[in-house]
């Protein structure tokens, strides 16, 4: 059934109060959720310098703080990342390092500390299979790191095409493909020929092929991997696909091509973009809502893309993180404001 | 003689007389002023500028009209002029009155904070580091440049 026509809306669940500084990030561990028969788990990270992990309680149904992570990182964290197997937590700070944190149920213990970055490290990302991270920085280079036995982490490579501070990395969903995005108005594929760990740069998104005026602040990828959404400081949403099928078949890089531009929707810089597995995008931006968007199916013309609905005033001050929970169907989003709140929410028919 | 200062010879325009403020219009002590264009420039015409001991008002790097006010909206941009097209100092400048707005006007304020157009050598550069809002809390992490924010925005002993 079409989205459109339902009568959707935004209902705030819960605020989750306690960082004392505006946070930056959110992110939900991959492996519990409603369907999984585990209480949802979900880390945010802060200018406070710490990190803390909420726990739904499956009795009240209600979210606590369960751990604070701190006296470790010296400065912001900026954002954090789950792997795979949801046993660890990757932690990236202005004060230069990447801290890996192992979830022991109620507690966690940071066992490893990345350092190699010059200056703040801005984004942290796990691939698919949980057998790389890598992470970027002000220093303008993408760092990919070797995830090896015994808690150890190996720098496999130092990529640094980027000219300016380099915002978030992620992974593709399915292939070692790594997508950054920067202050340099560009994103960058990054992809290993032999998948021997050599990476070199494939493909820069410029203005030159349809991309963004401002800084890219984030990329997200839909589930099946062949498309992805950026936003960035020129008020721009844009959609970017490529033939997947291809790609994963073939041993060549297939590239990536603008699909469609979503202009005139937001007043400020976007900050925050994510695809959620039933195709509805979410995006958090410095005017302090929170708009949903979903693909309007018109395919005369190729893609486009109709604002399902806006949350005006969805925080106190700017949205700097939507995340959608990764269970099926449960529609939980998570987000993150300069007002040093954390919040839940869900899309639900109006009644 | 060499003083390592970037412009030695600013020019410093005669101090403008203070308007008081008259607006009896509003008798009610409850409701809140919209803030204007003179409050705002009242929070930021003392800055000291960071080579000189003048104030942004005293070398006209800020006036009442480079501030643009919608208390509507709670937005406000403001305009500086740097008193020399190449000086590095603009982006100082430019975090001073950022950080002043950021503890003197409510949360709810969009702040942007640009060069006057013309005015600047690398004035897109300057515009876009003086906006990116995590290069400004990254940069506010750093205690030499906060102390140097900071005795730009103490008040001066007159």
Known sequence: ?351 | MVSGLINENPIIYPKKERRLRTDSSNTDEFTPEPIDQLEIFDHIRDIKDPEHPNTLEDLRVVTEDSVEVDDDNSYVRVTFTPTMEHCSMATIIGLCVRVKLLRSLPARYKIDIRVAPGSHATEDAVNKQLNDKERVAAALENPNLVEMVDECLLPSAE
Request: hydrophobic share 35%.
């Open chain 1, 1 to 351: 059934m079409d989205l459109m026509e339902k009568n959707l809306e935004l209902v705030e669940i819960q605020k989750l109060e306690g960082h004392t500084d505006r946070v930056w990030s959110v992110a939900w561990n991959p492996v519990s959720s409603h369907a999984d028969g585990v209480s949802p788990i979900l880390a945010s990270c802060s200018g406070d310098n710490t990190v803390r992990i909420w726990e739904q309680s499956s009795l009240s149904r209600s979210w606590t703080c369960k751990t604070v992570l701190e006296e470790t990182h010296t400065r912001t964290v900026r954002s954090c990342a789950w792997s795979p197997s949801g046993e660890l937590l990757a932690t990236a700070s202005f004060d230069g390092t990447t801290g890996i944190w192992k979830n022991y149920g109620s507690d966690f213990e940071c066992i490893a500390t990345l350092e190699g970055h010059e200056n703040e490290v801005k984004s942290v990302s796990w691939n698919a299979s949980g057998s790389y991270l890598a992470t970027c920085s002000r220093d303008k280079s993408v760092w990919i790191w070797e995830v090896l036995e015994g808690n150890e982490y190996e720098c496999a490579a130092v990529l640094s095409e980027h000219t300016q501070d380099v915002k978030m990395v992620q992974w593709h969903p399915t292939m070692d493909v790594l997508f950054s995005c920067s202050y340099d108005d560009t994103i960058k594929v990054w992809w290993s020929q032999d998948c021997d760990g050599e990476f070199e740069c494939v493909q820069t998104l410029g203005e030159s092929n349809n991309g963004h005026s401002s800084t890219v602040w984030a990329i997200s990828f839909n589930a099946t991997g062949d498309k992805m959404v950026t936003c960035s400081d020129d008020r721009t949403l844009k959609i970017w696909g490529t033939d997947i099928a291809r790609m994963q078949s073939g041993e060549e890089y297939v590239p990536w091509s603008h699909l469609c531009t979503l202009s005139g929707y937001h007043d400020r810089t976007i900050y925050s973009a994510h695809w959620s597995r039933d195709d509805i995008i979410a995006s958090g931006a410095g005017d302090d809502a929170i708009r949903l968007f979903v693909d309007s199916h018109d395919s005369v013309d190729g893609l486009s893309y109709n604002l399902l609905l806006k949350k005006n005033k969805a925080h106190d001050n700017d949205v700097n993180c939507v995340q959608w929970s990764r269970g099926e169907g449960d529609r939980l989003l998570a987000s993150a404001s300069d007002d040093g709140m954390v919040k839940i929410w869900q899309v639900a028919t109006k009644p």
